[in-house]
């Protein structure tokens, strides 16, 4: 990237914080992302000036905060090239947007005997819903296994469809093993098939161009707070086919077309899945954050990060005992790793007391961790303002506490 200190500096005022007098050195981008100042703005405007409940006021700001509200949702179709601007619901980010789609696709195709594929790198959020909805529906979990890199095995991929699959989650990033994977392709695997596939993506709107007709999923689900904007909004895109046969997730208000005692009949898409009051606020706020990031260019953004992480790995091989977990070629801006035998809590704790905040734990994924037989990992993950400079502190900060581990 040409300049990202003025990046930096300039747009995301939380990064100018020290913390225990150190410059802070922001590196759990996966966990969440630093907001821009005109996301800040945007919320901030939002309630000084517009706040309204939408859809339904018959007054001027509630007709505004509809308009502009609606306006993000073609914003979003636009960026992840979706067909139509319908196939867009709002919730409130990506473990919603999965736990809608297990739900309610579940009670419209899955029964007893049938299967669902997953992978076993999968966020707890791609997991635990559909875990539990084979669980209501009688139907049992098919687990792609993946390599000592994070590499999934597709042939063993290929070999797990048979009569009784019913549909394949995948992520497109591990948040832990910044594996990125061949989607696409997976997806035209279960399409012979005639599955459709859900893929989780989480970890990679931020960080590369997505066009989910390329990839043809057939959902696909985010999170607003991972991709510099407000936590509690995200996305749930899902083929019109789909979502006009499956059953509404939620009932309650703006979901209805027709109630009475008796008998409620549903609204059009995308609000049939869209129940209760919005979080207006927060999509236009997401709407803010995907100016930010066209504005920069996802392309500049992806080859930002892709240095990044070449540098990283580069770098923090030269710390004694370091091991990393998840090595899969051309993977994404996540570098998971081990010092020795020292407990990821440890050296967390001790970069934090540095200025450095790095995730340490499970991730959300322990069965990676019982894949490599480790309880966790120290995890940095960078974003389009994370500098060479970041990653020399941390491994500077690696090298300094290094006495103090094991
Ligand atoms: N999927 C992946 C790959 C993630 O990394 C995360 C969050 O870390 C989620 C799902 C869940 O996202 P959220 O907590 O925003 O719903």
Redesign the pocket.
Known sequence: MDNPTTLNTDNFPILGREVYGHRLVYLDN???TQKPQAVIDCLCDYYTTLNSNIHRGAHYLAAEATERYEAVRGKVQRFVNARHSHEIVFT???????NLVASSFSQRYIKAGDEVIVTGM?????LVPWQLACERQGARLRVVPFSDEGVLDLDAYAGLFNERTRLVAV??????LGTVNPVAAMARVAHSHGVPVLV????AVAHMRVDVQAIDADFY??????MYGP?GV?VMYGKEQYLNEMPPYQGGGEMIRDVTLERTTYNDLPFKFEAGTPAVGDVLGLGAAIDFMESVGMERIAAHEADLTRYAMERLAEVEDLRFIGTAPGKAAVVSFLVGNAHPYDVGTLLDKLGIAVRTGH???QPVMDRYGIPGTVRASFAVYTTREDIDALVTALHRIAPMLN
């Open positions: 996966a966990a969440t409130r980010g990506t473990t919603e947007s999965i999968e966020h707890h959020s791609n992520t497109h990033v591990s948040n832990t989780d993506g989480a970890q689900c985010f999170s607003g707070h991972k936590m995200g991730h959300c994924t």
